[in-house]
């Protein structure tokens, strides 16, 4: 018995190789491309374009990939309130929400609670923590977050 396995024949290529299609033609504003003896005039619409440099200037802003994201609308869709907290919220998304702030006395009471551990370590030091690292977790959110410095650093300090 063999123990070779079978050979293929070898593949049978076309020579010359033909030539690779003409890639089409967008000239910005109305462009058209051939496609087997057919006529297809593509309209770039300006508010498109428009859209598409402020999505690449947003995304400019960025120095690292997001971590923090929405549920997605079609995940949403299926159980909306399995996505809403209803106890308490951390973080930008649902920071201002009323019925959310109940617990917001948790939060200092847990924030003492954390100062507490290190009592040679001053508030100060940790607020002035968060803001040296503010850019970093602002990015972290894969939206950009609409508060100012002042708030941002209050949500992620307690509240």
Known sequence: MSTETPKRPPRRQKWPPPPPP???QFGGVPGNMSIAGEQIDITIHPNWVASLKETEQ???RRTEQP???????????IDPMAYEPTIVSLGPFHH???HLKAMDHLKWYYLNKFLG??????LEDYLKLIEDN?????MASSEEVQMSSD???QMNDAA
Not at 67 to 77: A, E, K, W, Y
Not at 117 to 122: L, Y
Not at 134 to 138: H, K, N, P
């Open 58 to 60: 947003q995304e400019d």
């Open 151 to 153: 708030d941002f650093v």
């Open 117 to 122: 551990r290190n009592p040679e370590k001053p």
């Open 22 to 24: 003409p890639p089409p």
């Open 96 to 98: 201002h929400e009323s």
């Open 134 to 138: 503010e850019r970093q977790a602002r």
């Open 67 to 77: 971590t923090i994201f929405r549920v997605l609308p079609n995940l949403r869709g």
